[in-house]
Nanobody
Framework: QVQLVESGGGLVQAGGSLRLSCTAS????????MGWFRQAPGKGREFVAA????????YYADAVKGRFTISRDNAKNTVYLQMNSLKPEDTAVYYC?????????????????????WGQGTQVTVSS
């Protein structure tokens, strides 16, 4: 089994920054793509960012392009989401996830169903 433990959420004013972390255990971390998703009250869970196992080939949702950066440190089994220029509409619970074994990354990185392990979620609140 894979366990994902997230940290770094909190309360920040509009225009501020936060850095989320997600540490994984249970399988070879460096071989699996990882994703970040978020869910706001009354809305479905939506794709935010994804990164390939090697740390290459990042993808971003249009809503966060130019503001968020996904990265990973495989030696620490950790994936990060650096969030800058935060807006009130970024307020949500943020989840990290590990992609299913054998799933094609480029065709499936944005799909909820492509991921089989999820973190507990961390709350990000951006005040105006």
């Amino acid at each position: 089994q894979v366990q994902l433990v997230e940290s770094g959420g909190g309360l920040v004013q509009a225009g501020g920054s936060l850095r989320l972390s997600c540490t994984a255990s249970g399988r070879t971390f460096s071989t699996y793509p990882m994703g970040w998703f978020r869910q706001a009250p009354g809305k479905g869970r939506e794709f935010v960012a994804a990164i390939y196992g090697s740390g290459d080939r990042p993808y971003y949702a249009d809503a966060v392009k130019g503001r968020f950066t996904i990265s990973r440190d495989n030696a620490k089994n950790t994936v990060y989401l650096q969030m800058n220029s935060l807006k009130p509409e970024d307020t949500a619970v943020y989840y990290c996830a590990s992609m299913k074994r054998g799933t094609g990354y480029s065709a499936n990185y944005y799909r909820l169903g492509a991921y089989d392990y999820w973190g507990q979620g961390t709350q990000v609140t951006v005040s105006s």
